[in-house]
T-cell receptor, first 112, second 114 residues
Framework: AQTVTQSQPEMSVQEAETVTLSCTYD???????LFWYKQPPSRQMILVIR??????QNATENRFSVNFQKAAKSFSLKISDSQLGDAAMYFC?????????FGPGTRLSVLP | ETGVTQTPRHLVMGMTNKKSLKCEQH?????MYWYKQSAKKPLELMFV???????ENNSVPSRFSPECPNSSHLFLHLHTLQPEDSALYLC?????????????FGEGSWLTVV
């Protein structure tokens, strides 16, 4: 079965600093994608970044980057130069068939 | 801005009421989803539709009845709900189930059952 674990229910970071959110997963597939989604207080879930398992290079989107360790089944999200607007719930997700399996989320607070 | 719109944003209903949640996607996608988001629980997939055909029902109680008249619209009909059904209901869409396809969410409908 596909599982996604996020071991940090809450995290905080000082504005302009860097924070890393952890995600581990389990899958029996060899070719897959992983996603990070952000859900700000307005509640719309939006895509932050995605990674294809076959690509060795870690994905990067502006201030957001991932550290993908396929053998360890780890997929962490690094946010650089944190901004107040980064405060949100962050979900790690693993597609499986017609479903996306989501982790329980990490609530990120950004301190001014 | 959002390519997936949900109405109403907030709904309070009694346990004997019948109400519906509506979702519309403007992205040209062919797959649509209903997810339930409860406090302190991971997102739970409820239903999936592909080209208007239901392709997955994740053991959802019959008091939730989905309807997909076309690839752009999705409804969730609610009848005789229980207080534990109070949650945020998220609609989403995607361009099929090909690996790597992104799923896009609406802002959600917050349901309170009293």
């Amino acid at each position: 079965a596909q599982t996604v674990t996020q071991s940090q229910p809450e995290m905080s970071v000082q504005e302009a600093e860097t924070v890393t959110l952890s995600c581990t997963y389990d899958t029996s597939e060899s070719d897959y994608y992983l996603f990070w989604y952000k859900q700000p207080p307005s509640r719309q879930m939006i895509l932050v970044i995605r990674q294809e398992a076959y690509k060795q290079q870690n994905a990067t989107e502006n201030r957001f980057s991932v550290n993908f360790q396929k053998a360890a089944k780890s997929f962490s999200l690094k946010i650089s130069d944190s901004q107040l607007g980064d405060a949100a719930m962050y979900f790690c997700a693993l597609p499986h068939g017609q479903n996306f399996v989501f982790g329980p989320g990490t609530r990120l607070s950004v301190l001014p | 801005e959002t390519g997936v719109t949900q109405t109403p944003r907030h709904l309070v209903m009694g346990m004997t009421n019948k109400k519906s949640l509506k979702c519309e996607q403007h992205l040209g996608h062919n797959a649509m989803y209903w997810y339930k988001q409860s406090a302190k629980k991971p997102l739970e997939l409820m239903f999936v539709y592909n080209f208007k055909e239901q392709t997955e029902n994740n053991s959802v109680p019959s008091r939730f009845s989905p309807e997909c008249p076309n690839s752009s619209h999705l409804f969730l009909h609610l009848h005789t709900l229980q207080p534990e059904d109070s949650a945020l209901y998220l609609c989403a869409s995607s361009q099929g189930f090909t690996r790597g396809n992104t799923i896009y969410f609406g802002e959600g409908s917050w349901l309170t059952v009293v």
